[in-house]
């Protein structure tokens, strides 16, 4: 059963740093890509973020670039976002989601739960 | 970037009835090349993640109940419940791939 996993969520300061992780079970994690996906409270659905199979190839949504930096750990199954400069407009819940193998860009057909960030003084 | 836009924001359907919903996009989500619509779609429940419905504009998923079906091409999309259910209340997102960023429409709330 595939399974995705979020974790490092938490509350912190404006222009506070916090590094999520998501870790993938189940299925081959080297040979997906792999992306991360926000939520603001009672909003919709924006793309943050996306990294290829071996972690040679990354992209960001301009909203983010500069400031997040996403990587994955193969060995370890777990994918990464490391968020810095944190602005009220990055709380959000941020869910990790598995791309269509070979596709760059593509449908998600696996989510985690979902971590809530919380940027607040 | 494409913009999504998905009409109604909200629709309250009778149970056995029908409910459709439209997705448009800024551009075109056709790729010429291979002629299919880079165009998913997503139910979430409340204080769940998304689940895949939709690919390929009209490619159900594996698991997905037949009632759920994909039509449209290019830059009109349509997603159709055929005979709603009680568990079919949740809000609806279109998104298209076909270009990054991939992009999103803003959703549409579904209720009996």
């Known amino acids: 059963e595939v399974q995705l996993a979020e974790s490092g969520g938490g509350l912190v300061q404006p222009g506070g740093s916090l590094r999520l992780s998501c870790a993938a079970s189940?299925?081959?994690?080297?040979?997906?890509?792999m992306h991360w996906v926000r939520q603001a409270p009672g909003k919709g659905l924006v793309w943050v973020s996306r990294?290829?199979?071996?972690?040679?190839?990354?992209y960001y949504a301009d909203f983010v670039k500069g400031r997040f930096t996403i990587s994955r750990d193969n060995a370890k199954n777990t994918l990464y976002l490391q968020m810095s400069s944190l602005t009220a407009e990055d709380t959000a819940v941020y869910f990790c989601?598995?791309?269509?193998?070979?596709?760059?860009?593509?449908?998600?057909?696996?989510w985690g739960q979902g971590i809530p960030v919380t940027v607040s003084s | 970037d494409i913009v999504m836009t998905q009409s109604p924001d909200s629709l309250a359907v009778s149970l056995g009835e029908r409910a459709t919903i439209n997705c448009k996009s800024s551009?075109?989500?056709?790729?010429?090349?291979?002629?299919?619509?880079?165009l998913a779609w997503y139910q979430q429940k409340s204080g769940q993640p998304p689940k895949l419905l939709i690919y390929w504009a009209s490619t159900r998923e594996s698991g997905v109940p037949d009632r759920f079906s994909g039509s449209g091409s290019g830059t009109h999309f349509t997603l159709t419940i055929s005979s709603l259910q009680a568990e079919d209340v949740a809000v609806y997102f279109c998104?298209?791939?076909?270009?990054?960023?991939?992009?999103f429409g803003q959703g549409t709330r579904v209720e009996i």
């Open positions: 998104q298209q791939y076909v270009s990054a960023p991939q992009t």
């Open positions: 990294i290829n199979d071996d972690g040679t190839s990354t």
């Open positions: 989601a598995r791309g269509k193998p070979g596709y760059s860009d593509s449908w998600y057909d696996y």
């Open positions: 551009q075109s989500v056709l790729y010429s090349s291979n002629n299919k619509d880079y």
């Open positions: 189940g299925f081959t994690f080297g040979g997906d890509w």
